[in-house]
């Protein structure tokens, strides 16, 4: 399951990632911030700013510490789409003591 997700994310295949890391979570598979990351990883290198924010969020909602290259990941998804605002409001983020 997570060797399916990572090849998908490596293949750029993001919309695909993202669905089979939203089912793979619907039958109980425990997700970490790795598998988060290979999914923002692929939205990011298709300027897909908002699905790689969306699962950023969504590990800060179950409580996984995302460390800097994950934000930077999106950040840069953000700043390539021209998503100006929302790369920094992460970069103001990426200053919280509790980042790892």
């Not at 970490?32 to 692929?42: E, L, P, Q, S």
């Not at 969306?54 to 998503?83: M, Q, W």
Request: one cysteine or more; aromatic letters at 8%.
């Amino acid at each position: 399951s997570a060797s399916l997700l990572h090849r998908l994310a490596n293949e750029g295949k993001w919309n695909r990632a993202s669905d089979t890391l939203n089912w793979l979570v619907s039958q109980g598979f425990q997700h970490d911030v790795h598998h988060i990351k290979m999914v923002n990883g692929a939205c990011a290198r298709d300027q897909q700013w908002l699905h790689a924010f969306v699962f950023l969020t969504r590990a800060s909602c179950i409580s996984l510490s995302i460390d800097n290259p994950g934000y930077n990941t999106v950040i840069s998804a953000c700043g390539k789409s021209g998503e100006w605002p929302k790369a920094l409001e992460l970069l103001t983020k990426v200053g919280n003591p509790t980042l790892k």
